[in-house]
């Protein structure tokens, strides 16, 4: 199961798996965009561009140095030797590459998500058709950046009950994402208002090419989320992947939006599951019952 680096804007569940089967109208932005991840060679103020050197971008152009636009403020923070990441559109009425959306990258953490993805792949690798993570087994070792772009391993949360959801910030159907948003939320004021300790919500990204830790921190920002203990992850493509098959989330490309299964799972003090439900149908008391 391959998440595509051409991601469409609107979501769709799979009808026989989330009970919802009407296509949506598109959300605001580009239709479509690819990820482009590279080093700046050179800076073009007069032109409004940059000069990068890009990694292979599947499906679409091999490694190169190309020139492509970015907006003045963007502009103003980049300088020669930067890692970046960004949003690459398609070509404009001119034949111009833009891009949007340029996250600056710090090598060393870049490094250290990168060497916990390959072991997260191994992991997946060697559980083969085992892969998928029952109740009551422990969760894979994983490490992701928060919305404030802060390295996060699932280690971070052990001694604390975790209650783990997976959303995308573009879906536009009520009754999914945004719901079991609406859902975390509720059950995190319910939470506190009961005095419920050593509690973490954890929401992980199933488009992490466009959400970035500045798109996932306006998501949060936006709905008025307590983030001091509402974590928003996401991280390499690759690892997100590998995190879907092990908690068993469906993910496929459809025309203009993303067919997905949705699922929220209470983690104990040790990293075990031990409790899943599916879909977005779940009252906040049937996990306020469990922490108590």
Known sequence: MNLPRLIPLACLALAALAGCTRKQPAATGPMYFYSLTGTVVDLAPARHAAIIHHEEIPGYMPP????????????????????????????????????????ILDPLKEQQLAAAANLLRQDTSARGKS???????????????????????????????????????????????????QRMMALQQAAKARAVRDLELVSITLDPAYDT??????YASVRGID????????????????????????????????????????????????????????????FLSRLK
């Open 64 to 103: 190169m140095t190309m020139e492509f636009i970015v907006a003045d403020a963007d502009l103003a923070r980049l300088k020669e030797g930067l890692r970046l990441r960004a949003r690459l559109l398609p070509p404009d009425a001119k034949g111009e590459l833009h891009l949007e959306a340029i996250e």
């Open 213 to 218: 830790p500045p798109v996932l921190k306006d």
């Open 131 to 181: 892969a998928y993570r029952e109740v009551g087994e422990t969760v894979p070792q994983f490490v992701l950046y928060n919305q404030e772009g802060e390295i996060v391993p699932i280690n971070r949360f052990r001694g604390k009950r975790v209650v783990m959801n997976f959303i995308y910030t573009r879906c536009p159907i009520a009754t999914m994402c945004p719901a079991s948003t």
């Open 227 to 286: 983030t001091g203990n509402f974590s928003f992850l996401t991280g390499p493509e690759g690892a997100v992947r590998d995190l879907l098959v092990q908690f068993g989330i469906i993910v496929e490309p459809g025309e203009n939006y993303l067919k997905h299964t949705l699922s929220t799972l209470l983690i104990d003090e040790r990293g075990r599951i031990v409790h899943r439900v599916d879909g977005t149908q779940w009252r906040p008391e049937e």
